[in-house]
């Protein structure tokens, strides 16, 4: 049998055992951000801008997500630059201040190591603002080196709700040819989001909640259109 396809249903099965609680909180949360019709944002940079990816503009997927998707953080504009970048403390803020951030609004943020700059800045300004925070990191990799922020912090230290994503440190899930690969930090990550939304969506749903969702542009007969112009002034890459 394929060596990743197990190792990915155990991954995924230890995430769900692991971290029950925090998936239960979690979608509470994320069920109250969408009865009270506020935002959710989400923030990675490299690979984990992915996982935040993952909820926006997607089909079947919540309209009152705001995902940070700028381009200096992502790969498009070189791989090395970017992995610089996030690195540089204070360049957070320019990139916060481009969105529109309400009281009473969710922060999704995303990131394997938890210990560069950026991340953990926006999960500081969020906490300036009173909102609260879902990490998605890697606990084991975490903790095993030190923050790349002058205040030693990493976001586990500043997310309120904390979902460890069970990665090993250095993302692979195999060893093959004595090399570690099977890279698995975005395969449990947008598990991750998907579940908690779509738990989210249940429990909006029984309290007889209209949900805020897209459907498929490539099927007929469906319009988005009264979702995009709800929420065209609310969020930037719309």
């Not at 991750?192 to 909640?209: D, G, H, P, Y």
Request: hydrophobic letters at 35%; glycine letters at 8%.
């Amino acid at each position: 049998m394929y060596k990743y396809y197990n190792a990915s249903k155990k991954l995924l099965d230890k995430i769900v055992e692991k971290n029950r609680l925090e998936i239960d909180e979690a979608s509470k949360l994320l069920s109250k951000c969408i009865c009270n019709d506020k935002l959710i944002h989400t923030f990675g940079t490299g690979h984990s801008h992915v996982i935040g990816l993952e909820l926006f503009v997607r089909a079947g997927g919540l309209a009152n997500v705001n995902s940070f998707l700028d381009s200096s953080v992502m790969t498009s504009e070189g791989a090395r630059r970017s992995a610089e970048i996030e690195r540089i403390e204070g360049y957070s803020k320019i990139i916060w201040d481009q969105h529109k951030i309400e009281k009473g609004d969710v922060f999704i943020i995303i990131s394997n190591s938890g210990r560069n700059a950026m991340p953990i800045e926006i999960a500081m300004l969020a906490k300036e603002k009173g909102l609260k925070i879902i990490g998605i990191t890697s606990i084991e990799q975490s903790k095993k080196y030190p923050s790349r922020h002058s205040s030693e912090k990493k976001l586990y230290d500043l997310a309120d709700i904390v979902i460890d994503n069970c990665v090993p440190p250095g993302d692979g899930m195999l060893d093959i040819g004595g090399n570690k690969t099977g890279a698995a930090s975005t395969l449990s990550g947008t598990f991750i989001v998907n579940l908690i939304s779509t738990q989210a969506m249940s429990l909006a749903n029984e309290k007889e909640f209209k949900l805020p969702i897209y459907y498929s542009q490539n099927i007929d007969g469906y319009s988005n259109e009264d979702l995009y112009k709800k929420y065209e002034n609310r969020i930037k890459h719309l």
